[in-house]
């Protein structure tokens, strides 16, 4: 399929379509992807989500970081995958800053509906952020809460590192999740936190949780492209699998992804967290 074609009977996806997934068991297969080649490939291959990631700055950009990117390279990016996809649920990314108070994140996240056509928006954070989430959820704007890792405080926090280890950092994560959802989050990702975090957040919040580097019991799951075509550059995080070592080629490495992570064969024990 080229950019620009439908498979028929393709209808969008909508958030109660992605709600019903997580009512009936069925994993949520999402990837990140930043243009429409790749884009297309990922809706033939049956991909739900497609997140318009920060990573951007790392994987397509050659940044150290996801701190330098604007929200004009996420609209950018944005535009490029929404003008080719029609099925998949199309999240984009806030960038570092871009949420620094509920009247700029709005005034970002609405670009990013208005003008490139993203039917969400995700934030990372977790206590700051509740006034943000609830500010854009009154707009109408849909939010994805992403707790656990968050890569925009690299320099902070000293490197990309697993979150909510100790009970108190776990518990910190689970009250987070609440608090975003109360405030009107309608999806919340969780990144690089142990199994046991999963659970807790899933058991005490009724919105799907997308895991990556977060163990088996999210709804679904999420990987950056680069990583899971193995073709990033250096150390690769333990919960990565390179789906193109054993695929002919990028749409069946997609297509192996989004069989994996439906049968529930990706993420394994191995992938994640203890
Ligand atoms: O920016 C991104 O690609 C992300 C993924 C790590 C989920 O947030």
């Not at 950009?61 to 929404?82: A, E, K, L, N, W």
């Not at 970002?108 to 208005?114: I, L, P």
């Not at 919040?205 to 990033?232: E, K, R, Y």
Request: charged fraction near 20%; glycine fraction near 12%; hydrophobic fraction near 45%.
């Amino acid at each position: 399929m080229k950019a620009g074609e439908q498979s028929p009977g393709s209808k969008p996806l909508t958030l109660g379509d992605l709600r019903a997934m997580r009512e009936s068991g069925e994993p949520i297969a999402c990837l990140t992807a930043y243009d429409s080649t790749f884009a297309v490939a990922q809706e033939a291959a049956g991909v739900d989500l497609i997140l318009i990631g920060d990573t951007l700055g790392m994987v397509v950009q050659g940044h150290d970081s996801t701190v330098p990117v604007r929200v004009d390279d996420i609209i950018y990016h944005t535009q490029c995958v929404t003008r080719a996809v029609r099925r998949p649920w199309v999240v984009a990314d806030m960038p570092f800053l871009s949420v620094r108070s509920p009247q700029v994140a709005v005034e970002a996240a609405g670009r990013m509906m208005q003008e490139a056509g993203a039917r969400m928006v995700k934030l990372e954070g977790g206590e700051s952020q509740v006034a943000v989430t609830r500010a854009l959820a009154d707009q109408g704007i849909p939010v994805c809460g992403h707790l656990g890792l968050q890569p925009q405080l690299v320099h902070k926090l000293g490197g990309f590192k697993v979150q909510g280890r100790e009970a108190a950092a776990a518990q910190a994560i689970v009250d987070r999740a609440c608090e975003l959802e109360q405030a009107g989050a309608d999806m919340l990702l969780l990144e690089c936190v142990p199994n046991a975090v999963t659970q807790g957040v899933v058991a005490a919040t009724s919105v799907p949780v997308i895991g990556i580097g977060a163990g088996p019991h999210a709804h679904g799951q999420i990987l950056v492209m680069h990583d899971m075509l193995g073709v990033t550059a250096g150390r690769k995080p333990r919960f990565v699998k390179n789906y193109m070592a054993e695929a002919g080629g990028v749409e069946a490495a997609f297509a192996s992804y989004v069989g994996e992570v439906k049968s529930g064969a990706y993420p394994q024990p191995t992938h994640g967290f203890g």
